[in-house]
């Protein structure tokens, strides 16, 4: 049975008052089924209180939206993943394309969490994605393996503990979504590279993100190389958030 993941990237948005109070309203209509997982990213200093409000709750788990690789330190600003783990974090996200392009973060700094998370039994979500130039130019695929060399050296029990979320930067908060055919065609580019390192077909978990909107999540989720979603704009609402994790799947 194919596990969808349902995962909610908060960015800076909802404290840890505004998250309880978002939790309480999803929680309210959420129904739990077997083949869902519900992830959620919120801020930093919410974490706590998301992670204490799912406790209880095996299919939904939560996780940070960036860490720093190195244990403590003099690292004003910055999150250690003892630090998330201690409030309730059990994933990260890596490599978002905001902390890319915004905040200047580089592949090898993406290696560096990685391996960080793996060594401390947090699961990394790794985002990767082109932008529309490298995708006008005909890069994505190259872009897309650029990225995930960050992982080399990973052994495949390793790489086994990663999902991977694929982002076009062209499509994170502007309305536009890829095709599920235009996802399907990296994910079968990452499903194969994963694979060639000793990842099993059906163990690698990729997700798509991207505007995704509870009236698109039905085509992309039912296309069988799209193993769950990464939802910005969409998750900040627990109405449309809940319609996103209940899509019907044929
Ligand atoms: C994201 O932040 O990862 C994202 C996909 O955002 P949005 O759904 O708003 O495009």
């Not at 194919?2 to 959420?30: D, S, T, V």
């Not at 999540?217 to 627990?238: K, N, R, T, W, Y």
Request: charged share 25%.
């Amino acid at each position: 049975m194919k596990r969808l993941i349902f995962a909610a990237n908060w960015k800076m948005h909802l404290g840890p008052q505004a998250g309880r109070e978002f939790l309480k309203a999803f929680l309210r209509r959420y129904r739990p089924r077997p083949d869902r997982e519900v992830w959620f990213f919120p801020s930093a200093v919410a974490l706590e209180a998301i992670a204490d409000g799912v406790r209880d709750r095996r299919e939904v788990r939560v996780g940070a939206q960036n860490v720093h690789w190195e244990p403590k330190g003099a690292f004003t600003g910055e999150l250690s993943i003892a630090m998330a783990q201690e409030a309730g974090a059990q994933l990260a996200l890596v490599g978002h394309s905001e902390r890319r392009h915004v905040f200047g973060e580089t592949d090898e700094e993406t290696g560096r969490k990685a391996r960080a998370l793996l060594a401390a039994d947090v699961t990394p979500l790794f985002c990767v994605g082109e932008t529309i130039q490298q995708r006008d130019a005909g890069d994505t695929l190259s872009v897309i393996e650029r990225q995930l060399a960050a992982l080399n050296g990973l052994v495949a029990a390793q790489l086994h503990e990663v999902s991977i979320a694929y982002e076009p930067v062209w499509a994170i908060g502007t309305g536009r979504t890829a095709t599920p055919a235009d996802a399907a065609e990296v994910h079968q580019h990452i499903r194969r590279w994963l694979v060639e390192r000793g990842v099993g077909t059906r163990d690698a978990r990729i997700l798509y993100g991207g505007s995704v909107k509870p009236d698109n999540v039905h085509d992309l989720v039912a296309e069988p190389e799209i193993d769950g979603v990464l939802v910005g704009g969409a998750s900040l609402d627990p109405a449309s958030w809940t319609a996103i994790v209940h899509t019907p799947i044929d």
